[in-house]
């Protein structure tokens, strides 16, 4: 049987016998989890773990697990390891061995982004007009063709002619198809990550299907999915504008006076962009170019050299006290097509 386990990470689908135990179960979940070991993990019946699973000497058949069910885990934050370097010339003779180490989920503390947060508290519903032609109810009423959309909604893409749907109307769509697939039932809690797919096309190695181990044996149980490779269908960024045609005007015009390329970071910040549904918009304000070797065909920097990284930290620090941050990166690839460099 199949069982289907969401953790942190995504979605894990593991593959068990009917006199299998939860211990068992548990040992073939480790290594997908990277889970130090097996009584590291934290099994529950529901997302908000109210129901643990910890018979683990009974087989997950009297438990009342079925095939296709689906199971929540989380790694005890005790047992995760620290991110601290073990090496031991990075505790030698410096005074680093003091360092306290590293505790939590991989010691990550990540701040999000203030649009992002508007943007998940928004329903994103695209409002539609009253059809005059099939539209036959009162002006307080509403039917299929007037209802509001989803921001994922392919048809209103196609007519508006965009090509990439944002990142936030790509999370509302995993989330809707997966109520439709009665995954959840629900809103998610907010520590708890959207259903991700985590794909894995590795050989099964323990398949049940009687026939010898990979390599000897493989079946259509056994073998990894085909892989296909397809466009992203969405963007994290929908668009950038730049404040001032100034900006950019003072990047080309090294390259007209010299012919040789130039790269440059993209300071600014990010809004809410009007043209996609949940879209989000990068807005330049400055162009910040390093210390580079330029040439006709390409240009030259050291980026692991403490000069380089010394003045981007010094310009991250003059643009955080200006509320601005890194937004991206931009390069000419240019070239003249007369003698007078035009």
Request: aromatic residues 6%; contains cysteine; glycine residues 8%.
């Amino acid at each position: 049987m199949l069982i289907r386990i969401r953790s942190p990470d995504g979605m894990h689908r593991i593959e068990a016998g009917l006199k299998d135990t939860l211990a068992q179960l548990l040992e073939r979940l480790a290594p997908v989890m990277n889970a130090p070991s097996p009584d590291a993990i934290v099994l529950t019946r529901d997302v908000k773990g109210q129901s643990i699973l910890a018979e683990f000497e009974k087989s997950i058949v009297s438990l009342g697990l079925k095939h296709g069910d689906m199971l929540f885990a989380s790694v005890a934050p005790s047992a995760r390891p620290s991110v601290e370097p073990t090496d031991a010339r990075a505790s030698a003779g410096d005074g680093s061995s003091n360092k306290p180490a590293a505790s939590g989920s991989l010691g990550l503390h990540v701040i999000q982004e203030d649009v992002d947060n508007q943007l998940e508290k928004d329903d994103g519903l695209i409002t539609r007009k009253r059809d005059t032609q099939f539209c036959k109810h009162g002006a307080n009423a509403m039917c299929e063709y007037c209802t509001p959309t989803e921001p994922f909604d392919a048809g209103y893409l196609a007519e508006n002619k965009i090509k990439h749907m944002s990142f936030h109307a790509h999370l509302r769509k995993i989330l809707s198809q997966s109520k439709i697939r009665g995954d959840i039932s629900g809103g998610l809690p907010a520590n708890i990550p959207l259903p991700l797919e985590d794909l894995d096309y590795r050989v099964k190695t323990h398949c049940l299907s009687g026939h010898a181990p990979w390599p000897e044996g493989i079946c259509t149980k056994c073998q990894p999915s085909a892989v296909t490779l397809q466009r992203q269908p969405f963007r994290m960024v929908d668009n950038v504008e730049f404040a001032s045609s100034a900006i950019i005007d003072r990047l080309l015009s090294f390259w007209r006076s010299t012919r040789c390329q130039r790269f440059g970071f993209l300071y600014g910040r990010y809004d809410r962009s009007p043209d996609v549904p949940l879209g989000i918009k990068a807005i330049v304000e400055a162009i910040y170019e390093p210390k580079q070797g330029w040439e006709e065909d390409g240009i030259k920097i050291d980026v692991e050299s403490e000069d380089f990284n010394s003045e981007v930290r010094r310009a991250d620090a003059v643009a955080g006290a200006c509320g601005l941050k890194v937004v991206g990166m931009i390069f000419t690839d240019l070239e003249a097509t007369n003698e007078s460099g035009r």
